[in-house]
């Protein structure tokens, strides 16, 4: 159905340039995506970013790249924090992603873009 990546850099313009923790992309997206040099250059369907240590870091991934993902059309948004071991999933909705669960450790996580997909939270710290 697609491809995911690890540290994939997105070159959505010259001075919005991102390397997200995990990226999705459908076969579809990737065919429009890629670059000749086999750079992203717009928006996966899904972006996770793990909070890094720090308050300009964790505000960073919060508010900058929330806003530059809404902006740019992902569809979600994961973000991962380690020390809480919890994931915020945010869904895109009217044109705006927004948080739609908190699911912690005992929670599965799963996803309309990608059909069949579970995983328990608890996986993602491991």
């Not at 959505?12 to 459908?26: K, Q, R």
């Not at 579809?28 to 970013?49: I, M, N, S």
């Amino acid at each position: 159905m697609g491809e995911a990546s690890i540290t994939a850099g997105v070159l959505f313009s010259e001075s919005d340039n991102v390397i997200p923790d995990v990226v999705w992309a459908s076969n579809e997206r990737l065919a429009v995506l890629l670059d000749e040099a086999g750079h992203l250059t717009g928006a996966p369907e899904l972006v996770v970013e793990v909070l890094s240590p720090g308050v300009e870091n964790e505000r960073r991934d919060r508010e900058a790249k929330l806003k530059l993902y809404t902006s740019r059309g992902v569809q979600e948004y994961w973000i991962a924090d380690w020390r809480l071991q919890q994931v915020e999933v945010y869904r895109r909705e009217n044109a705006t992603l927004r948080l739609i669960a908190t699911l912690l450790a005992n929670d599965e996580i799963t996803s309309p873009i990608l059909p069949g997909f579970s995983c328990s939270v608890a996986r993602f710290f491991v």
